[in-house]
C-alpha cells in the first residue's frame, strides 16, 4: 500500500507564507510526476503545481510568482512554498503523486488534504 502524508497547513493572514511538504511511503518502485492541487468549498478540485521527475514545473496562473514547487526524490517528497498568500488561496490542497507500485501498475495516489486559510 502507498500513502501521502501532507502536512504545513494552516492559518495566516494576508501577504504571508506557509510552506506544505508531502511525503510517499511505502512500496514504491517509481515515483513520476507529483504536484498539489486544491478545493475550496463548492469549487472543483484544481492544479496548483507540479513537477516531473525530470524537475519540469508547471503552475496555475493563479499562483505563477508567488508558490513554488521543488521535490526531493532521495525522501519521496514534495514541496510547495507559497508566498503572498490571499483569501482566494484559501482551500484544501491535497497532494498527488503518479508512481509505480508494487503491483507494477502506474496509477494516481492522493494524500487525505491539509486545509490551508489566509484571512484578510
Known amino acids: 500500500q502507498v500513502q501521502l502524508v501532507e502536512s504545513g497547513g494552516g492559518l495566516v493572514q494576508a501577504g504571508g507564507s506557509l510552506r506544505l511538504s508531502c511525503a510517499a511511503s511505502g512500496s514504491i518502485f517509481r515515483i513520476n510526476a507529483m504536484g498539489w492541487y486544491r478545493q475550496a468549498p463548492g469549487k472543483q478540485r484544481e492544479l496548483v503545481a507540479r513537477?516531473?521527475?525530470?524537475?519540469?514545473?508547471n503552475y496555475a496562473d493563479s499562483v505563477k510568482g508567488r508558490f513554488t514547487i521543488s521535490r526531493d526524490n532521495a525522501k519521496n517528497t514534495v514541496y510547495l512554498q507559497m508566498n503572498r498568500l490571499k483569501p482566494e488561496d484559501t482551500a484544501v490542497y491535497f497532494c498527488?503523486?503518479?508512481?509505480?507500485?508494487?503491483?507494477?501498475?502506474?496509477?494516481?495516489?492522493w494524500g487525505q488534504g491539509t486545509q490551508v486559510t489566509v484571512s484578510s
Open positions: 513537477v516531473t521527475s525530470g524537475g519540469n514545473t
Open positions: 498527488n503523486a503518479v508512481l509505480l507500485s508494487a503491483s507494477a501498475n502506474w496509477r494516481d495516489y
